[in-house]
């Protein structure tokens, strides 16, 4: 099958982009390098193109109850230009995806997911919606763009006429960027301030060329899915398919800030609430390696000798100049400091466990 292609894939070609297969989609990798790229994002800023990303309008008179019914967190909580992380669970209260949720009108949520669960999401939506209830896969009219940094604010302001401070955390605009109309949000993926840009995939050059010129000065460069990943690991933000799945539930994620467990049913809600009173058998940890050698997403995490959990994901920390990796281990070891291996290639490296996010500014 085909590779999909976002809006931006000629713009990433001619920019020199190292091209890889994602979620079925051909997106960039990288353009300059990982670790430069992931630098200028903790020092300056960033553009990612996110296009591959899905959205999903629900709309009608029982949107709010629909949503309340498929979601983690408390949906009702949200205003009208609000936004909020959350989950859509299945009824074992496992993650059919991690998604943020933005209130649009006061009958209609507009979801974006990942890319790698547009189709499962929208049919999981689909089968649990009533007749009040309307689900629109709206992903193909829609390119996203991220611009994430320090210097983020300095880079966009100049391009619209609505005041960004307006903009608190997880809240949204429409606005008119460069003469694009957008929805601005005050999210993001890498720890650092920022913004997703949504508009419409027409006019997806124009606003990405826009804000390249806008961000010269600034230092911006275009980021691509590598550091994207380095990023977010440093933040220890999960990624779908590696620290969430259908199986994994938010408790054993280490995510409880985002149930609402006191709201009315919700799929999942009983397996949820067995899990907080009984413990997990399992945790997400953060682990550092006190030894040359990376932990990989699959290898094996041991305790003297035993095998007690794998790493989901792991990387060179470009920000700390350290291994570090999420693993999924027996709750009982899974406490501050603790010393562990993990088999790299053959060898036992010795790992500790450590606090999260890794990285703080």
Not at 22 to 33: D, I, L, S
Not at 217 to 227: I, Q
Not at 295 to 313: E, L, N, Q
Request: contains cysteine; hydrophobic residues 45%.
């Amino acid at each position: 099958m085909a590779l999909k292609r976002t809006p931006l894939y000629a713009a990433h070609r001619r920019a020199g982009a190292k091209m890889v297969e994602f979620a079925g989609w051909e997106m960039p990798v990288q353009y300059r390098g990982v670790i430069e790229e992931h630098l200028a994002v903790r020092g300056k800023a960033g553009l990612f193109d996110v296009s591959h990303m899905g959205e999903i309008e629900v709309r009608g008179a029982g949107a709010l109850e629909f949503c309340q019914r498929l979601t983690a967190n408390d949906v009702a909580r949200l205003q009208v230009f609000q936004a909020q992380y959350s989950f859509l669970l299945n009824e074992q209260g496992g993650v059919v995806d991690d998604v943020i949720i933005y209130r649009v009108k006061p009958e209609a949520y507009f979801i974006c997911v990942n890319a790698s669960n547009i189709d499962k999401d929208f049919a999981w939506l689909s089968r649990h919606s009533g007749a009040d209830v309307e689900v629109d896969n709206q992903s193909a009219m829609y390119a996203q763009l991220a611009l994430q940094g320090p210097a983020a604010d300095a880079i966009l302001q100049p391009l619209l006429a609505q005041p960004l401070a307006q903009i608190k955390s997880f809240h949204f605009a429409f606005a008119d960027v460069a003469a694009i109309r957008c929805m601005v949000a005050r999210t993001g993926y890498t720890g650092e301030p920022g913004f997703e840009l949504y508009c419409h995939s027409d006019a997806a050059l124009g606003l990405w060329n826009a804000l390249m010129i806008a961000g010269e000065s600034h230092g911006l460069v275009a980021v691509g899915l590598g550091a994207r990943d380095t990023l977010r690991l440093e933040k220890a933000y999960p990624l779908y398919g590696h620290e969430l799945d259908d199986s994994t539930t938010p408790l054993e994620a280490g995510l409880e800030w985002v149930l609402k467990l006191a709201k009315p049913a919700f799929f999942g809600r009983d397996r949820l609430l067995q899990q907080q009173q009984q413990g997990v058998e399992r945790k997400l940890v953060g682990i550092e390696a006190l030894e040359p050698g990376i932990p990989r997403g699959g290898y094996s995490v041991c305790k003297d000798g035993v095998k007690i959990g794998a790493i989901t994901s792991g990387t060179k920390s470009p920000s700390l100049g350290k291994a570090i990796a999420l693993a999924y281990i027996a709750s009982a070891e899974a406490w501050i400091d603790n010393r562990l291996e993990v088999e790299i290639r053959g060898r036992q490296i010795p790992v500790k466990i450590v606090s999260l996010p890794f990285y703080r500014r």
